[in-house]
């Protein structure tokens, strides 16, 4: 068994009580706390921006993972820093300067992801992998929660857990992910879970609590 982390994505909780959303899944067992930032622009959804996270960043001590599905992204960084990302999450296909991004996030001392869309190959991270922390494979077409897991990553996360030998990467699934695929995501060589509807389904902590377990059985076998 391999040690796996769940980040229970915020955009399918409750946004009228998003404190006390948070709270729950940090009871419920999950290790971080993915963020969705949307920018209606990049996405074809607006979800949040950094004075939310902000907001929300005293009702939980977890790590917050910030996804920024934005563009542009740079002039954006150090307001998420400042509202409490520990990691901060770019997409490859933002804008032509990725490399200057993830070396940003490092500067302000936070750790730094990219992320592709399910059309982009993984040769995008050919010359950024000593910049990055974490890569993060869409499952979906970022957007929008509840959608299909589109089974053609697999072969991606496969290729980029070889990329990334023996590196301190995290690598990281978003999209569509639910107990029913979680073993087949963590066997191709993800070692990290993004969860929205399957994890925020039901309504109670002792929910969500249900929910996050069997995603982690499921995955660590
Ligand atoms: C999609 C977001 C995902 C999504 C996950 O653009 O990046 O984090 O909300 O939600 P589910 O698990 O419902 O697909
Ligand atoms: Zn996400």
Redesign the pocket.
């Known amino acids: 068994t391999k040690e796996i982390v769940i980040a229970p994505?915020i955009?399918a909780a409750n946004f009228a009580r998003l404190g006390e959303e948070i709270a729950a899944i940090d009871a419920a067992g999950a290790d971080w706390i993915?963020?969705?930032v949307m920018d209606g622009h990049f996405v074809p959804n607006i979800s949040f921006g950094a004075d939310v996270i902000k907001a929300v960043r005293p009702f939980t001590t977890k790590t917050f993972d910030v996804?920024l599905?934005i563009a542009p992204v740079d002039p954006y960084l150090e307001a998420f820093a400042k509202a409490g990302a520990d990691i901060i999450?770019v997409h490859a296909e933002a804008g032509p300067h990725l490399d200057r991004s993830l070396q940003a996030i490092r500067a302000l001392g936070k750790k730094a992801g990219v992320?592709l869309c399910p059309a982009t190959p993984e040769s995008a991270l050919d010359y950024v992998l000593d910049r990055v922390d974490l890569i993060?494979v869409?499952t979906v077409n970022?957007g929008f929660g509840g959608q299909s897991f589109l089974g053609s990553q697999i072969e991606k996360i496969q290729r980029i857990r070889a990329m990334i030998g023996d590196r301190p990467i995290r690598l990281e699934v978003?999209?569509g992910v639910t107990r029913d695929n979680a073993a087949i995501v963590a066997a191709a060589g993800a070692d990290t879970l993004?969860a929205?509807s399957a994890v925020f389904r039901g309504n109670s902590s002792a929910d969500y609590a249900n929910n996050i377990a069997a995603i982690r059985v499921a995955a660590e076998g």
């Open positions: 994505s955009l993915h963020c969705d996804h599905m999450t992320s993060l869409m970022p978003d999209g993004v929205g």
